[in-house]
Structure formats: C-alpha cells, structure tokens
C-alpha cells in the first residue's frame, strides 16, 4: 500500500513531492533551494529543462512505497505521459528546510 505524502518524515523532502503531485510548479521550486541540482541514472541533467519535461509537461506522479535515511531516500511508482509507470529510487540532500540537491533513476 502506498504511503501518505502527509507523512512523509522530512519536510522538505514532503513539499517536493506534495508540489510535484499537486502540478504546482510555484510550490516545488518553492521546495527547492536557488542553485538547487539533480542527477537522473548517474548523470546531472539541468534541472528547469529536465522537471518541465519530466514533471510538468508529461503529468508526473509519484507514489511512495517506502522511505529510507530520515525521509530523505524513496523508493516510488513513478508515472508519467512520455514512460509510463516504473519503480524509481530518489535521494535527496537537503539544507536550511530546502532540497538542494535530488537524484533518481530505475529502482
């Protein structure tokens, strides 16, 4: 069963994916500290090109199946209009209630 995004254990790491589920593009780069990064399968991608056609443009969702490291590493059904569903893995490095950094790929 998944899990609530409500009670997801970090904060900032909630208002990520609370923003993202939501298509509230204010709120998740609210989320994200300035100069925040991202990495998906190992590479660093730029971040406003890769969440608008990842996220935004494609109608992204992610479902959480667990959460690991004090809420700051997930494993989640991810799904959008381009893929289609798969079971990925996200970390996140956060500072000052901000992500600062996020990675993903295939879990």
């Known amino acids: 069963m998944p899990m609530q995004t409500a009670k997801l254990s970090d904060p900032a790491v909630r208002a990520f994916v609370s923003a993202l589920n939501a298509h509230d ?10 100069g925040a990064t991202m990495a998906d399968d190992g590479s660093d991608r730029d971040l406003a090109d890769w969440t608008a056609r990842e996220i935004f ?51």
């Open 25 to 34: 593009e204010e709120a998740f780069r609210a989320a994200l500290a300035p």
């Open 57 to 107: 443009d494609s109608h992204g969702h992610m479902e959480i199946e667990k959460e690991t490291a004090e809420g700051r590493a997930l494993v989640a059904s991810y799904r959008n209009d381009t893929w289609g569903e798969m079971r990925t893995r996200w970390t996140f490095d956060v500072a000052d209630g901000k992500v600062t950094r996020f990675e993903t790929g295939q879990a």
